[in-house]
T-cell receptor
């Protein structure tokens, strides 16, 4: 079975600071991992995904994530936060025919 | 290229009623999945349709049912609405049913059950 755990339901950073959102996964098969962002009253937008190959994945809006098999992690980072990054972020792992989401991390960016 | 669209945007129903939500998949996509997102939680998988056949189902009762049409658009039907059905319902389409296929989400339908 596949599942993800997001550590920290709320993360607050200052504008310009590093963003680090944590995700750990559990999977009985090679994991395919995703990060989505959700702005208020909107659907989910894909930030990036890892399937195979390079373990450092670059996504939209300056975000990237690194797949670490030994740590079963897929943390999301951005070097410098922008006010527009404030949103809810979801890590997900691909199941047999569904996406299995974490509970989400709400990112707040302080001016 | 048109993305995933959903209708209606918002809906208010009373307990015991029935509701139908609609989704148009992204061009070229033959697979549609439905998710329920309760307030403050991550999306929960309801079911998936691939080429008009149900292709997997999450832990939801039979009063949640669906259809996929030849143009790959889809409907989610919920009978005998309960207060706990109040949520954002998300539709996602993908180019296939493989685990590597990215699911692209629509904006959702906000259902309120009174």
């Amino acid at each position: 079975a596949q599942s993800v755990t997001q550590l920290g339901s709320h993360v607050s950073v200052s504008e310009g600071a590093l963003v680090l959102l944590r995700c750990n996964y559990s999977s009985s098969v090679p994991p395919y991992l995703f990060w989505y962002v959700q702005y208020p009253n909107q659907g989910l937008q894909l930030l990036l995904k890892y399937t195979t190959g390079a373990t450092l994945v670059k996504g939209i809006n300056g975000f990237e994530a690194e797949f670490k098999k030994s740590e079963t992690s897929f943390h999301l980072t951005k070097p410098s936060a922008h006010m527009s990054d404030a949103a809810e972020y979801f890590c997900a792992v691909s199941g047999d025919n569904d996406m299995r989401f974490g509970a989400g991390t709400r990112l707040t960016v302080k001016p | 290229e048109t993305g995933v669209t959903q209708s209606p945007t918002h809906l208010i129903k009373t307990r015991g009623q029935q509701v139908t939500l609609r989704c148009s998949s992204q061009s070229g996509h033959n697979t549609v999945s439905w998710y329920q997102q309760a307030l403050g939680q991550g999306p929960q998988f309801i079911f998936q349709y691939y080429r008009e056949e149900e292709n997997g189902r999450g832990n939801f009762p039979p009063r949640f049912s669906g259809l996929q049409f030849p143009n790959y658009s889809s409907e989610l039907n919920v009978n005998a609405l309960e207060l706990d059905d109040s949520a954002l319902y998300l539709c996602a389409s993908s180019a296939g049913q493989r685990r590597t296929d990215t699911q692209y989400f629509g904006p959702g339908t906000r259902l309120t059950v009174l």
